[in-house]
C-alpha cells in the first residue's frame, strides 16, 4: 500500500468512468475532496451544466489555494487533463512547500466506456467526447512522470500519513542502506543493537498531582516490562512552551528520577538533558553519582547548554549569552569526569572553578556515559566529538545526515572514531491504529502560555508507520530512538510503544515487512516541513 503526506496535493488524472471519484470516496475524507462536477452545481444549474466550467474552475482553484496555503491535505477531482492546469497547481503545492501527488488512472478505454454507457443517460458523456478525452489521456500519460510532480502513483490502495512517515518512506526510496547499517539489509535488526527510550515530559496525568507519583511508578513498571531500555525527563523548572503552558505540572527533574530508579530495575535512567546553567556542575555530578549508586549503576549524564530564558528569568537564575553558556557546557565536560574519579583535584575552566573535585560515594559504573544535546554545528558538536559519550539529535533523516557528517568532520579533526559515540534520537509520537490518520496539522501562531515557538510535531502512525521511520532514521545513523508518547497517560499507550518495539525486533527486514514503496515508485515526503 502506497503512502501519501497528510497536506499533500493530490491531482487526480484520468478519462472519464476511469474511477476517480470512486476511489477518492474510498480513501479520503469527503471534505478532503476538491470536485469540479460538485462545482458546477454550485456556481450552476447542476454538475452536468458545462456551461458553468469556467466559473467553477474559478471556485476550484481558489479552494485549493486556500487549502494547500493552510496545509491540508487536498484531492482534485477533475479530469486532470489540462496540462496548464497541472502546471498551476504544482506551482501552488510549491510556492507553500508541499508534496503535489499525481494519481493516474490506467483504466482500459473498453472499460470507461462500458461504465460510461451504464450511467443515466443525463449523467453521459457523449461517445465522441469520451473517444476525444481517452485519447488525451493516452497522448498525455507517458509525459506525467517528467512534469515534475513528486510522485506519480498508479490509482490502488493508498493511505494518508504523517509527513514524517511519507518522508521516511522517500528516505528509504533515496539513500537505501546508509552509515547507519550496522548489518547489510536482510539479517536480525537485533543485530544493529538499537536501543529505544521512553521520555516524560509532559504530566498531565489523570487525577493531578495527588497522584503522579502513583502513575509515574505505573508508567515506569510498564515501560520496563514492555521493553524500553532507557527512560528519561526534561530538566525544566516549568513546562515549555512547544509542549504545554508554563502553569501546568513539572515535577523536578533530578527528584523524579530517583522516583523512577527505586521502582526500575533495568532500564537506564536520565535526563534530556540537564542545564549547566541551573545547578553548580560539581554539585550536579554528585548528584548523577548518587542516582548512580542508588540505581544500581544505570545512571546516564545528559548535558545542554540551556536555552529557555523565560523559566531562568523566573527564578533567578544568571541566563549568560549564548557563547558563555557554550563555555560553561564545555567546563562541565571536562570537570564532571573529575568529579567521578579518583582523588580531589583543583580544576579551572573558562567559567568554572572547582577547589576541590571530590564525590563520595563515586557512582558504581567505572564512566558514567554523558551525553550532549543539541546539533549545533560550530560549537556543540564539537564539544561532542571532544568530550561526549553520545550526542541526541532531533528532526528527520536527512537532517540527522547533515548533523552527523558535521559530527564526523569534527571527529577527524581531533583524531576520534565517531563509531565511540551513541547517537541518540528524540521525538514525539503517537502509536494508532490500522486504519489510524495523523492529527490534523497545528493551528499557526504562538503556543499557548507564550513564546514564539512552534508546538512541538508529533508522528502519528500504524506500528508498521513507526517501523519505517525507524528504520530510515537506523539508516541515517541513529542507534537509540528515544520517543516521548503523546497519549502517553492513556490506558494502552505505553504497550503499543512496546508492541512497536517488539515489531521492530521481530522483523528479518523491517522495510520489507512493513511494505515500502517499490523502487518504481517515488514516494511522497514533506518537501520543507518547518521543524519545531
Known amino acids: ?146 512534469e515534475g510532480f513528486d510522485a506519480v502513483l498508479v490509482a490502488g490502495p493508498v493511505r494518508v500519513v504523517d509527513r514524517a512517515v511519507a518522508g521516511a518512506v522517500r528516505a528509504l526510496t533515496a539513500h537505501g542502506t546508509d552509515r547507519g547499517s550496522a548489518i547489510r539489509d536482510g539479517a536480525s535488526p537485533a543485530a544493529t543493537g538499537l536501543r529505544f527510550g521512553l521520555h516524560l515530559s509532559t504530566f498531565r496525568a489523570p487525577a493531578g498531582p495527588a497522584q503522579l507519583g502513583q502513575r509515574l511508578r505505573d508508567v515506569a513498571v510498564r515501560a520496563e516490562r514492555a521493553g524500553i531500555d532507557s527512560l528519561w525527563l526534561m530538566d525544566h523548572l516549568r513546562q515549555i512552551p512547544q509542549l504545554g503552558r508554563a502553569w501546568e505540572d513539572m515535577p523536578e527533574a533530578v527528584v523524579t528520577l530517583g522516583h523512577l530508579a527505586a521502582v526500575t530495575s533495568r532500564v537506564t535512567i536520565g535526563c534530556l538533558v540537564h542545564a549547566v546553567t541551573y545547578r553548580n556542575v560539581a554539585h550536579l555530578g554528585k548528584i548523577v553519582a548518587t542516582l548512580d549508586v542508588l540505581s544500581g549503576g544505570r545512571a546516564v549524564c545528559g548535558l545542554g547548554a540551556g536555552w529557555y530564558g523565560p523559566e531562568h528569568d523566573a527564578y533567578g537564575i544568571p541566563f549568560p549569552p549564548a557563547g558563555e553558556r557554550l563555555d560553561l557546557l564545555e567546563d562541565a565536560l571536562r570537570l564532571l569526569p573529575l568529579v567521578w574519579g579518583k582523588g580531589a583535584p583543583r580544576f579551572e575552566g573558562r567559567r568554572i572553578v572547582a577547589p576541590e573535585a ?13 551525553v550532549v544535546g543539541g546539533s549545533g554545528r560550530r560549537r556543540t558538536l564539537r564539544l561532542v566529538a571532544r568530550y561526549a559519550d553520545a550526542c541526541n539529535l532531533t528532526g528527520e533523516p536527512d537532517a540527522v545526515r547533515a548533523a552527523l557528517d558535521v559530527l564526523h568532520r569534527h571527529c577527524a579533526d581531533v583524531d576520534r572514531d565517531p563509531a565511540t559515540i551513541e547517537v541518540t534520537h528524540v521525538s514525539t509520537i503517537r502509536v494508532t491504529g490500522a486504519g489510524g490518520r495523523p492529527p490534523a496539522p497545528p493551528a499557526s501562531g504562538p503556543p499557548p502560555g507564550g513564546g514564539r515557538r512552534r508546538r512541538a510535531p508529533v508522528v502519528a502512525g500504524t506500528v508498521d508507520d513507526h517501523v519505517l521511520r525507524i528504520e530510515a532514521l537506523r539508516r541515517a545513523g541513529v542507534q537509540h530512538v528515544i520517543v516521548a508518547l503523546d497519549d502517553v497517560w492513556d490506558d494502552g499507550a505505553v504497550e503499543a510503544y512496546g508492541e512497536l518495539i517488539s515489531a521492530w525486533r521481530s522483523r528479518e527486514n523491517p522495510v520489507t515487512a512493513a511494505g515500502a514503496s517499490s523502487p518504481r515508485t517515488r514516494a511522497t515526503g514533506s518537501v520543507g516541513t518547518p521543524g519545531p
Open 1 to 146: 500500500m502506497e503512502r501519501i503526506a497528510e497536506g499533500s496535493l493530490v491531482v487526480l488524472v484520468g478519462p472519464p468512468a476511469s474511477g476517480k471519484s470512486t476511489w477518492a470516496a474510498a480513501h479520503v475524507a469527503p471534505d478532503e475532496v476538491v470536485s469540479s462536477d460538485r462545482l458546477r452545481a454550485v456556481v450552476g444549474t447542476g454538475e452536468r451544466d458545462l456551461a458553468a466550467s469556467a466559473d467553477a474552475f474559478a471556485v476550484l482553484d481558489l479552494i485549493v489555494a486556500a487549502r494547500v496555503r493552510r496545509r491540508l491535505t487536498t484531492v482534485v477531482d477533475t479530469l486532470g487533463l489540462d496540462p496548464d492546469r497541472r502546471a498551476g497547481w504544482r506551482a501552488v503545492a510549491a510556492q507553500h512547500r508541499v508534496p503535489c501527488v499525481a494519481v493516474v488512472f490506467d483504466t482500459p478505454a473498453a472499460d470507461c466506456r462500458r461504465r460510461n454507457a451504464g450511467r443515466p443517460l443525463q449523467e453521459r458523456v457523449p461517445p465522441t467526447v469520451l473517444t476525444g478525452q481517452l485519447a488525451a489521456y493516452a497522448g498525455q500519460r507517458p509525459g506525467l512522470e517528467g
Open 358 to 370: 571530590m564525590c563520595y560515594p563515586r557512582p558504581v559504573q567505572e564512566h558514567v556515559p554523558v
